[in-house]
Nanobody, 127 residues
Framework: QVQLVESGGGLVQAGGSLRLSCAVS????????MGWFRQAPGKEREFVAA????????YYIDSVKGRFSISRDNAKNTLYLQMNSLKPEDTAVYYC????????????????????WGQGTQVTVSS
């Protein structure tokens, strides 16, 4: 069974930075496209960013472009989300997710397309 464990969340002032990590168990991390989602209270889970299996391609929602950066280290089975210039509206529980399908093209942004999920890590940005 694949397990995803997020870390790195916390409380930060507006304009600050956080780096989220997602450790993935198993030997097949490099075969998964990976994504980050977030969910604010009372709102639906929202796609934030995704990265291809090799890490050569990335995709972001417009509201985080230029501020967030998704990356992965396939040797360490770890996914990252570097978040800079944080805003109060970025406050949410952040989840990493893995898509095990060998689909092409690789990019999917719907939560139901991802097979495995972490437990989430809280990010709170104060104004």
């Amino acid at each position: 069974q694949v397990q995803l464990v997020e870390s790195g969340g916390g409380l930060v002032q507006a304009g600050g930075s956080l780096r989220l990590s997602c450790a993935v168990s198993g030997r097949t991390f490099s075969t998964y496209a990976m994504g980050w989602f977030r969910q604010a209270p009372g709102k639906e889970r929202e796609f934030v960013a995704a990265i291809s299996r090799s890490g050569s391609s990335t995709y972001y929602i417009d509201s985080v472009k230029g501020r967030f950066s998704i990356s992965r280290d396939n040797a360490k089975n770890t996914l990252y989300l570097q978040m800079n210039s944080l805003k109060p509206e970025d406050t949410a529980v952040y989840y990493c997710a893995a898509d095990s399908s060998p689909r092409a093209p690789w990019l999917v942004i719907t939560p139901s397309d991802y097979d495995y999920w972490g437990q989430g890590t809280q990010v709170t940005v104060s104004s």
